[in-house]
């Protein structure tokens, strides 16, 4: 499990999911520090260690890189750790549109494609 806060390349995460779970890696993607932990069996786990490094809980966001696939289907918004009712998100995914825009940019941040 890893903190990232510059770019990795899409090869190495690529090496990352056929060691963990075959066509993608789980994420969670902090909007406002604008980083992600990466390379753990469960988003809990990542936001366990971005909690542990100062992120703050409303800021954080599970997703899904699907390291073989491009463009809109790279990204999957789909986490248990979405689910917040406090901050009207109701489901798995994240509802708010302005929020997926944001973790998209972050991640086209940190992933060289």
């Not at 980083?35 to 703050?56: F, T």
């Not at 289907?73 to 994240?94: A, H, K, T, W």
Request: charged share 30%; proline share 2%.
């Amino acid at each position: 499990m890893k903190i990232i806060n510059k770019k990795i390349e899409l090869k190495k995460l690529r090496e990352i999911a056929a060691n963990g779970f075959g066509n993608l890696v789980k994420a969670v993607v902090d909007i406002e520090n604008e980083i992600m932990a990466i390379d753990a069996e469960l988003h809990s786990d990542e936001e366990a260690l971005l909690l542990e490094n100062g992120s703050k809980q409303n800021n954080l966001w599970g997703i899904n890189l699907y390291t073989e696939l491009a463009g809109e289907d790279f990204i999957e918004f789909d986490s248990m750790i979405n689910l917040r009712p406090s901050q009207n998100n109701r489901s798995r995914g994240v509802d708010d549109p302005k929020i997926r825009q944001i973790i998209k940019v972050i991640v086209d941040k940190l992933v060289e494609q």
